[in-house]
């Protein structure tokens, strides 16, 4: 276990030693909503986005976070420190939490429990990785449909993502796209994807979590003059793409270069998505819309 801190029951403790019942809904039935948020060179990216989305996700699973909204920002940035951290992953999570009697069926009556850590920060892709294009496979599990559980409502119900994880690994892959029922793209286990086809950016416009890193592509892409729109989108338009880039708060902008054991374009990242990658870094370097931990630390 990687060394950081988290925020359970009121109290800071060491990462390691955070646990929950076994009888926790969030863990037996997935039911559960969290965000994530990163720390660089100690300054939070887009904090309130984050917990903005977080408590909408709360909202959207009827689950109550039992911290308002400047205490959470506290309790994570709590945790960044004691845990020593310049650069962090930082979680927040509300699970339904526990029955105060197990034959108990009605999820009103659980205590909702609220849990945060910090750990060092996370690349679901390494920048070595990064720089040489990320593999994607176009997974044959489907992605759960928006109608039986709202994927903007950031949650734990992986089991789709987690198949098609599974899938590419097995394929020798990095990742999978997972698709709707219909066969449309969607997203895949932790990031958004875009496509580039003749200069504009287009992403999935259904199905997806509106990532704060997707909506971060959108705003650079428009400082470099480069149009973005949200469409419907085929396994073939991914295929025949130009360029394809993942995005996600756990690494940032991540060129691919690879689907399906193919070589996407000419098999190396594209010149765009590579653009856009420096640009996120260097703008974050430069604090770009970045809150710095220690003001938000309790005094
Ligand atoms: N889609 C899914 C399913 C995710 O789990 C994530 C992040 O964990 C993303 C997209 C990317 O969202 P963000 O850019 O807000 O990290």
Redesign the pocket.
């Known amino acids: 276990m990687a060394e950081g801190i988290a925020f359970i029951d009121g109290e800071y403790v060491p990462a390691s030693e955070a646990k929950i019942s076994i009888f926790d809904v969030g863990f037996t039935r997935g039911d559960a909503v969290y965000d994530?948020v990163s720390v660089w060179k100690g300054l939070f990216f887009r904090l309130d986005d984050?917990v903005g989305r977080f408590f909408r996700s709360c909202a959207g699973m009827r689950l109550t976070c039992p911290h308002a909204p400047a205490e959470l920002k506290q309790i994570l940035a709590g945790c960044v420190h004691r845990a020593g951290l310049e650069s962090a992953y930082v979680q927040m999570i509300v699970t339904r939490g526990r029955f105060l009697d197990l034959a108990e069926r009605d999820p009103r009556r659980c205590q909702n429990k609220f849990i945060g850590f910090a750990l060092p920060y996370i690349w679901i892709f390494s920048p070595r990785r990064q720089e040489a294009g990320v593999h994607v496979v176009i997974a044959g599990t489907r992605r759960t449909p928006a109608e039986a559980i709202d994927?903007r409502v950031?949650n734990f119900n992986w089991m789709d993502?987690e198949r098609g994880l599974l899938e590419a690994l097995d394929r020798g892959a990095d990742t999978a796209v997972l698709c709707t029922p219909a066969g449309y793209l969607t997203?895949?286990?932790?990031?958004?994807l875009f496509v580039v086809k003749d200069r504009e950016l287009l992403t999935p416009r259904r199905n997806?979590?509106e990532?704060?890193?997707?909506r971060t592509v959108f705003d650079l892409a428009a400082e470099l003059g480069v149009p973005g729109r949200e469409v419907d989108l085929t396994p073939e338009s991914l295929r025949e793409a130009d360029e394809a880039l993942l995005?996600?708060?756990?690494g940032g902008i991540m060129p691919v270069s690879r689907v399906d054991g193919r070589p996407l374009g000419t098999g190396t990242p594209g010149p765009l998505s590579s653009r856009l990658r420096a640009l996120y870094w260097e703008k974050r370097e430069a604090g770009w819309l970045g809150t710095p931990v220690k003001d938000l630390l309790a005094t």
């Open positions: 994530t984050h994927p950031k993502l997203e895949g286990p932790g990031f958004n997806v979590l990532g704060i890193t997707r995005s996600s708060t756990a």
